[in-house]
């Protein structure tokens, strides 16, 4: 690592942490984030300094989690000769972490493997993952990664799908990296044509509506964010006098979905 390098990464857990301490404002982190060449989606900005405000349940139907007969016997089999060490992952608290984080003894079960997942603000993973690349600590194994620092940290990073290219005796039977969306490996894990990292916490918009009443105003189920909009304006037109509008929001002010959803339209 160049000393230029050095001191980049330096800065970035620096100001990581002034964040984290309330040193200095979310405004000047992004900032000098900014500076450093890291930047933030806007869906993770949002969030910055403190968890996700997730509510209710999110570990699913036990059922649901359980892990089939044939992968379970896969994992004894390869993963038994790892009995005894241990797999460490930081991340905030996404769905898919919160969930892995409650399953996570059907994988400690079947190979004697530990996993420990840490759990911290998004700031801090940034600043916990920084330092330890930079100083090649190797406190952790897995990372969480919003897809902007991607470039960032590429090159601290194991390709997957070479990695199975390279060790076929570990590849979980099944699994094919071309089941992943092209756009979305694009768009999240790959960088100068390597994988940084498999798609994980992915939010995915769906679009609902009600059929009575574009079928009544005539208009076709809006299959872009222009048709979107154009489909609002008419709906809300022609019954707001009705106590209808075209769309809603999750627009309570400070809720993460603010972001997540106006920036996914601009």
């Excluded at 790959?190 to 079928?215: C, H, Q, S, V």
Aim: glycine share 8%; charged share 25%.
């Amino acid at each position: 690592m160049s000393f230029k390098e050095h001191d980049k990464k330096t800065f970035i857990i620096d100001t990581a942490r002034d964040f984290a301490a309330r040193r200095i404002s979310k405004r000047d982190f992004l900032r000098k984030t900014g500076m450093a060449g890291i930047g933030f989606s806007a869906f993770a900005s949002g969030l910055l300094g403190s968890t996700r405000p997730f509510r209710g349940n999110l570990g699913g139907n036990a059922a649901m989690a359980q892990t089939p007969e044939e992968t379970t016997k896969w994992l004894k089999d390869v993963g038994g000769k790892f009995k005894g060490t241990k797999v460490r992952y930081t991340s905030e608290a996404t769905p898919p972490t919160v969930v892995l984080n409650q399953i996570k003894g059907e994988f400690t079960d079947a190979t004697g493997i530990d996993v420990e997942i840490e759990i911290v603000p998004l700031e801090q993973v940034l600043a916990k993952a920084t330092q330890d690349v930079q100083g090649q600590l190797g406190t952790y194994d897995v990372y969480y990664l919003d897809q902007s620092w991607v470039a960032t940290f590429a090159q601290d990073t194991i390709d997957p799908v070479q990695y199975y290219k390279d060790k076929p005796d570990l590849a979980m039977p099944g699994f094919d990296f071309d089941d992943f969306s092209k756009p979305l490996v694009e768009g999240l894990a790959l960088y100068n044509g390597k994988w940084a990292g498999i798609p994980f916490d992915i939010p995915i918009f769906i679009t609902m509506y009600r059929k009575d009443i574009l079928e009544k105003h005539k208009i076709a189920p809006p299959t872009n964010f222009d048709e979107f909009t154009a489909a609002v304006k008419a709906i809300t037109e022609a019954e707001k006098a009705n106590g209808i509008f075209g769309t809603g929001l999750q627009a309570k002010s400070g809720h993460y979905s603010l972001e997540c959803d106006w920036t996914a339209a601009v």
